[in-house]
């Protein structure tokens, strides 16, 4: 496949407002201006474009949910909270191709009428923030930006705001509490945030990547991104693979490739020429799955039919090495570490599984472990949170203990018991005179 | 390797701080950006670390009354997030990320490595306060693993020599 999105990777100065022009840049974005919004949106409907967050919602569909005569300001805000473990694409676009991403957002801004727009960065990705507000300030200067932009009447300002350290952000309600100012606490939906949003006001947030994707769909067409890939799962997708394979990185490959083809052909296969034994489709918050079950093809609907979800096209591959209880270890760590607090399933939930794997990785499984872990997990999942990270560590968990329950087990045969810890004697809780001991 | 050390933490916050002209000056350009006071909280507590190395109540009281909030409602977002430093750093603060795929790509015996080299644990500050060690959930950088932040910087595809290559050019430095 031509790259698309990856373009720019490789291609000297590629982050000069110049080479951006050079290559058809900002094509889309007068072409777009030429539009009425709608017009622009229905594009975008027309494309089947789905959101590379990791829900996969149709971006169109979400721009139309953003009322008409809303007579106050809206917002737009790019996603760049980047945090779901074993996906690392939204920087790779940021590093090579910033303006793709601008040209996006302005696009997007103007299709639901928003005259500001946010950046939400992750506060760890200070160089890629300074990389991004480098690009706004040239796109400025060149009048593609700003006050009346393209001398098109059309007003739009684009500004990045670092968070400062948590996975919960990225999720996009919590964004926009944190966008706020506040602790990044999930909302409740409805009301959605097309409704009301950042600062109670109609808001669209959409992932880096699909912003990247717009400018191609303006310029090149709604039929030729539909294109690309399978019917209801079109388009070009960033997957980041990390973990066991030869060549780790960002690969973008049409919606609908097999995990086989990604990982044995693309990243070169399992390092050291061991043998794969699992991975994860989509970041750790999706359920893992087996090397039997690496001819499934890797797009959303596909997925989903195999009981797991596409995510953010994080691609976690794990060798034969691997002990799965101490990989469950690992990721309910993770998730009882960026748990926000609010919600009692997940909160207190993620750390029972951490506590009870960690004991588990150290020699003293229980014999009812298995079971009290997916108890714990089916009290976290569907819909018993604010937010899907109660899911997000559930379902890999659950996932984990089912698919691979004989490891979980065999801890259970040579487990030795939790030494009891001895309590210090106080000196007031020793035989007490006149009490006849 | 162009890692610069932190700014070394003013103790002197902890009582009081007032903004200089210089800071006022990028706190009003932030307020600008936001339709509410609030919503430049973070914003102007990065500037406040950036300045002072550190959020000491002190500081926390100043952006509370700069923006009109109250220090215990800032004092929460501070501790809600984990990058802001609430007490002071070292001049270079090690996050190693321990995450699946650094933890199975070298990063546990980069982590086992870095503890005896410096011999601290995680969350301390050696002696000399020139070195922290933290450890980290996902970095966001997972196929580069193993993957350490020193201060705003990212070093990828790390191994034990590599790593010891930077800190022997970062305690040479000083």
């Known amino acids: ?437 | 390797m162009s890692t610069r050390p932190l700014v070394a933490a003013r103790p002197e916050t902890i009582a009081e701080v007032t903004f200089d002209a210089t800071l006022e000056e990028r706190i009003v350009d932030l307020l600008r950006r936001y339709p509410t006071r609030r919503a430049a909280i973070l914003p102007v507590l990065w500037l406040c670390q950036e300045r002072y190395g550190w959020i000491s109540p002190g500081v926390i009281r100043a952006v509370a009354q700069r923006l009109g909030e109250s220090p215990a409602f800032v004092e929460g977002v501070v501790s809600f997030y984990t990058m802001y430093y609430t007490r002071p750093p070292a001049r270079y603060v090690l996050q190693v990320c321990t995450t699946l795929s650094c933890a199975y790509c070298g990063g546990k015996e980069l982590v086992e490595h870095l503890k005896g080299r410096l011999g601290i644990s995680f969350g301390e500050k050696t002696p000399d306060g020139e070195f922290q060690l933290i450890g980290v959930q996902c970095l966001g950088a997972c196929g580069g693993a193993p993957v350490v932040q020193i201060n705003d910087d990212y070093f990828e595809q790390l191994d034990i020599k590599r790593l010891d290559g930077l800190l022997d050019e970062l305690t040479g430095r000083r």
Not at chain 1, 225 to 251: D, E, M, Q, W
Not at chain 1, 389 to 414: C, H, Q, W
Request: proline residues 7%.
């Open chain 1, 1 to 437: 496949m031509e790259a698309v999105l990856l373009r720019a990777r490789g291609v000297p100065d590629s982050r000069a407002i110049a080479t951006y022009l050079a290559a058809g840049g900002y094509e889309g974005w007068k072409k777009a201006l030429a539009m009425a919004p709608d017009a622009v949106t229905r594009e975008v409907t027309d494309s089947e474009l789905r959101g590379r967050g990791g829900a996969g919602f149709p971006t169109g569909r979400k721009w139309s949910f953003v009322p008409k005569d809303h007579p106050g300001p809206r917002y737009l805000i790019c996603n760049a909270d980047e945090s779901e473990p074993g996906t690392f694409k939204d920087r790779e676009i940021i590093e090579h191709d910033p303006h793709q991403v601008i040209e996006g957002i302005a696009i997007a801004s103007y299709a639901v009428g928003a005259k500001t727009a946010y950046i939400y960065i992750r506060g760890e990705f200070v160089r890629w923030a300074r990389i991004l507000e480098e690009a706004i300030e040239e796109a400025r200067r060149a009048g593609f930006l700003g006050k009346n932009g393209l001398g098109s009447g059309f007003d739009l300002d684009v500004w990045v705001h670092r968070g400062a350290g948590a996975y919960i952000c990225g999720e996009e309600t919590a964004l926009l509490e944190s966008l706020e100012g506040k602790r990044g606490f999930p909302r409740l939906k409805p009301p959605f945030p097309a409704v009301v949003g950042a600062f109670g006001k109609p808001t669209v947030v959409n992932n880096v990547e699909t912003l990247a994707c717009v400018p191609h769909i303006m310029t090149r067409g709604a039929h030729w991104f539909a294109s690309i890939g399978r019917p209801r799962n079109t388009g070009p997708k960033l997957f980041s693979v990390s973990g066991h394979v030869n060549r780790p990185g960002v690969y973008e490959l049409p919606l609908g490739v097999t995990f086989r083809e990604i990982i044995h052909e693309h990243c070169g296969g399992i390092r050291g020429g061991r043998k794969l034994k699992a991975f994860f489709p989509g970041g750790t918050s999706a359920p893992i799955m087996t090397a039997a079950e690496v001819d499934v093809q890797a797009d959303f609907d596909a997925c989903a039919q195999a009981g797991t979800m596409l995510g953010s096209g994080g691609v976690i591959v794990l060798d034969e090495t691997v002990d799965m209880v101490e990989a469950a270890a690992n990721v309910a760590h993770f998730y009882a570490h960026e748990s926000c607090g609010q919600c009692t399933p997940c909160r207190e939930g993620a750390d029972w599984c951490k506590d009870i794997l960690d004991r588990m990785v150290e020699g003293h499984a229980r014999a009812a472990d298995p079971e009290t872990l997916l108890r714990i997990c089916r009290f976290s999942s569907s819909g018993m949170t604010i937010c899907p990270l109660g899911d997000a560590y559930a379902l890999p968990i659950s996932s984990m203990v089912n698919k691979f329950r004989e490891e979980f087990d065999r801890r259970i045969g040579t487990a030795t018991p939790l030494p009891q810890k001895k309590l210090p004697v106080l000196p007031w809780a020793g035989p007490r005179p006149g009490f006849g001991v």
